[in-house]
């Protein structure tokens, strides 16, 4: 019967062999692998290497709801300004007290003027045509200052920076009858101021003159 020899095992591969197993020993036995850490760092990279808008949810500034207040906020200048001039414009065309009275001013000068006497073409000029006079002057005042602010509304865009938002058609609307009552008062005036429409009234001949 023939068997095969023991292996014999020398001192040298026992210690090595002894040292490896305390090194698969302390691996197990440790806190964190290294495996871990590199998907810990990995995971780490990602997060730091996306944008700033998938960080915010994926909302962007052009989803985002215009605000009200600014929407309300375009165009006030302008509007104002508009309504602004179809307010003069409807003063030039109904009168204003500041011409009434400028009116009642010219009057009692001319009464003062013409009470130690004189003639009846004078007290006519003097009572009469300055007072009318002076109230189509400020009346065409008024409708004057219509026709610029209207004017001055309309031709504002194309002036100065551009802005966002072309403007609101009720102001342009506003603006262009503030413009056309200006022209009509200014036409009014300067046919009462010259007396195109109607002449001053003049004295009679005196009888057996």
């Not at 002057?137 to 802005?163: E, H, I, Q």
């Not at 200014?186 to 003159?209: H, N, Q, W």
């Amino acid at each position: 019967m023939n068997t095969s020899p023991a292996k014999t095992t020398t001192p040298d591969e026992t210690a090595a062999a002894q040292d490896a197993a305390a090194k698969d020993t302390e691996t197990k036995d440790a806190p964190g692998t290294s495996s871990g850490a590199g998907d810990s760092a990995t995971a780490h990279d990602d997060l730091s290497s996306q944008p700033e808008g998938d960080a915010d949810d994926g909302i962007a500034d052009e989803d985002l709801e215009p605000d009200p207040f600014e929407k309300a906020r375009h165009g006030v200048g302008a509007g104002a300004a508009a309504v602004v001039s179809a307010a003069l414009g409807v003063v030039a065309l109904t009168g204003a007290w500041s011409g009434r009275v400028a009116a009642e001013r010219e009057t009692l000068i001319g009464q003062i003027k013409t009470s130690g006497g004189g003639s009846a073409a004078q007290q006519i000029s003097e009572i009469y045509g300055d007072a009318w006079h002076t109230t189509a002057l400020v009346n065409g005042v008024f409708a004057l200052l219509a026709l610029l602010v209207g004017v001055v509304v309309l031709v504002r865009p194309a002036f100065g920076a551009p802005a966002d938002r072309p403007q609101p058609a009720w102001v342009r609307a506003v603006a262009l009858a503030g413009v056309a009552l200006g022209v009509l008062g200014v036409l009014i005036s300067a046919g009462m101021y010259f007396d195109l429409f109607a002449s001053l009234p003049s004295a009679g001949t005196p009888a057996g003159g």
